[in-house]
């Protein structure tokens, strides 16, 4: 357990100290072997423009600090850096001088339209008293439905009337 717990722990993240424009700078923490293995004097491995430097901290851990000589002028940094037994590829997303993330603003749903109406009331002494009411404005059903009892459907329509199969005699005068 603990050879796979110093393996899971040996190289962790990268903390960007600079800017799109600028050197590079950042750093990584190192523990595990790849720490034992570069405070004895173990050899750091990193490419892509970048160099490093090994700073031990009391812990056990290493510091890894990086440096580019040159102002890195893409948004986008990829670079490898080895350490005892592990390598590990970085990618380094750099951003503009002077920007902050703002702050997204959660967007409110639109409510549906309430229209408000005076309708007059009468009060005890007969007086009459606006009073406010809200309402939301509803489809009023087709009158003419056929899905409706004919006592309510407005619309009529006629029989027709079934042709006889016999006419009627015709009556000679």
């Known amino acids: ?18 800017h799109l424009g600028e050197p590079f700078s950042g750093s990584i923490t190192v523990t595990g072997d790849e720490a034992k293995a570069l405070m004895e004097g173990g050899r750091l491995n990193v490419s892509g423009g970048v160099r490093g430097s090994i700073s031990k901290n009391g812990n056990g851990t290493v510091t890894v600090h990086l440096r580019s000589s040159a102002p890195i002028h893409e948004p ?21 001088p002077r920007y902050s993330p ?4 959660p967007k409110a749903e639109p409510k549906p ?32 439905s056929p899905h409706l009892p004919k006592k309510q459907n407005p619309v009529r329509r006629k029989r027709r009337k ?4 016999n006419p009627p005699p015709s009556r000679q005068r």
């Open 102 to 105: 703002a702050k997204a603003k």
């Open 162 to 165: 079934k042709p006889r199969k």
């Open 76 to 96: 986008v940094l990829s670079f490898t850096v080895g350490a005892g037994q592990q390598t590990r590829q970085y990618t380094a997303l750099l951003d503009p």
């Open 113 to 144: 339209k309430q229209e408000k109406t005076v309708a007059p009331a009468k009060s005890e002494k007969g007086v009459k008293v606006p009073i406010e009411q809200d309402f939301i404005e509803r489809k009023k059903p087709n009158r003419a």
């Open 1 to 18: 357990m603990a050879a796979s717990f110093s393996a899971w722990s040996a190289m962790g993240g990268l903390n960007v100290r600079s």
